[in-house]
Nanobody, 126 residues
Framework: QVQLVESGGGLVQAGGSLRLSCAAS????????MGWFRQAPGKEREFVAA??????YYADSVKGRFTISRDNAKNTVYLQMNSLKPEDTAVYYC?????????????????????WGQGTQVTVSS
């Protein structure tokens, strides 16, 4: 089992930047595929980004603005968010899936991850 704790959310003006962090504990962090999802009020949780063995995946809506990275020595995955827009406002969730259970077809699906953090709020004002 792995435990995930997100941090770094907050209120920022449009065009600004934030960096989210997700600290993992409990198992060997490097064995996990890590992802970020977000959920806006009244909407379903949607994929933002994922990272596996140095390969990154992004939703079209954030490509070129967001960057996912990980530091296995610190058991942490990051989401650098630049050029933020009001439509980026959401609760951002960190997710993890053990590499043996990971399915490439589910990289961008909530069904592809068994472990979730509690979320961190990101609000972008116009």
């Amino acid at each position: 089992q792995v435990q995930l704790v997100e941090s770094g959310g907050g209120l920022v003006q449009a065009g600004g930047s934030l960096r989210l962090s997700c600290a993992a504990s409990g198992r060997i962090f490097s064995n996990y595929v890590m992802g970020w999802f977000r959920q806006a009020p009244g909407k379903e949780r949607e994929f933002v980004a994922a990272i596996r063995n140095g390969i990154t995946y992004y939703a079209d809506s954030v490509k070129g603005r967001f960057t996912i990275s990980r530091d296995n020595a610190k058991n942490t995955v990051y989401l650098q968010m630049n050029s933020l827009k009001p439509e980026d406002t959401a609760v951002y969730y960190c997710a993890a899936e053990y590499y043996t259970a990971w399915r490439s077809s589910l990289t961008k699906s909530t069904n592809g991850y068994d472990h979730w953090g509690q979320g961190t709020q990101v609000t972008v004002s116009s």
